[in-house]
């Protein structure tokens, strides 16, 4: 997968390339079959989403990809993600950080994804039932936001929530054929700048009781 669909991948302005070799290796070590359904587990290594369950997907394996090399995660970043699904991006991403805390509003699969989290031994990984629009503030700063939905716009507790010097990657749009995928940073100084990557098509990202 990661070599035929991901690392020889040509860039292009709309779909750019991924060549960080730290992303690329955690890719290859992340077991993606073991984050989709049984039945679907023939199909997991293809460059494509698949259902997961309750009207989610788990992420086409090229869009994981790039959205953590636009991260630039670091051995020593806290990471937060919002959109837990199956997990299979936070073990990605806790592959290259030291923490990744992590939030799913659906509780069927928040409990799904930490129970097989700690089965597969993801250690530094904490996963939270609830609203992604509210962040994780009490775990606050974090080097890194990825946010594994659509959103209508950027929520104002995540701009907060970004440390100085940090970035987030977020689909932005209000409807499917519309979103695109976009780079906040955040200066020393917590000015922030958003630059549009590419488009993208997401399942929205839904507001909901925030639980713990």
């Known amino acids: 997968m990661v070599r035929t669909q991901i690392a020889s991948r040509p860039g292009f302005d709309s779909a750019p390339a991924v060549r960080d070799r730290r992303v690329l290796d955690a890719m290859r070590k992340v077991a993606r079959h073991k984050?989709?359904?049984?039945?679907?587990?023939?199909?997991?290594y293809g460059d494509h989403p698949l259902p997961i369950g309750h009207g989610q997907t788990i992420s086409q394996p090229y869009i994981v990809a790039i959205m953590t090399e636009l991260a630039q995660p670091q051995?020593?970043?806290?990471?937060?993600?919002?959109?837990?699904?199956?997990?299979?991006?936070?073990a990605v991403l806790?592959?290259?950080?030291?923490?990744?805390?992590?939030?799913?509003?659906l509780e069927p699969l928040g409990a799904s994804a930490r129970e097989r989290l700690k089965q597969l031994g993801y250690s530094n990984i904490t996963v939270r039932i609830g609203d992604g629009y509210q962040g994780w503030p009490e775990k606050a700063p974090f080097d890194l936001i990825l946010v594994t939905a659509g959103a209508p716009f950027v929520p104002p507790a995540l701009i907060e929530q970004l440390a100085p010097g940090g970035r987030?990657?977020?689909?932005?749009?209000?409807?499917?054929?519309?979103?695109?995928l976009k780079l906040i940073t955040k200066d020393a100084a917590g000015k922030t700048r958003s630059e549009d990557i590419m488009g993208v098509r997401f399942v929205p990202l839904v507001p909901g009781e925030k639980k713990n």
């Open 35 to 44: 984050f989709v359904p049984p039945e679907l587990a023939a199909r997991a």
């Open 75 to 90: 051995a020593q970043h806290r990471a937060l993600e919002i959109g837990t699904g199956s997990g299979y991006q936070a």
């Open 94 to 105: 806790s592959e290259l950080v030291r923490e990744v805390y992590t939030i799913e509003l």
């Open 168 to 180: 987030m990657v977020i689909p932005v749009g209000a409807e499917w054929r519309d979103q695109v």
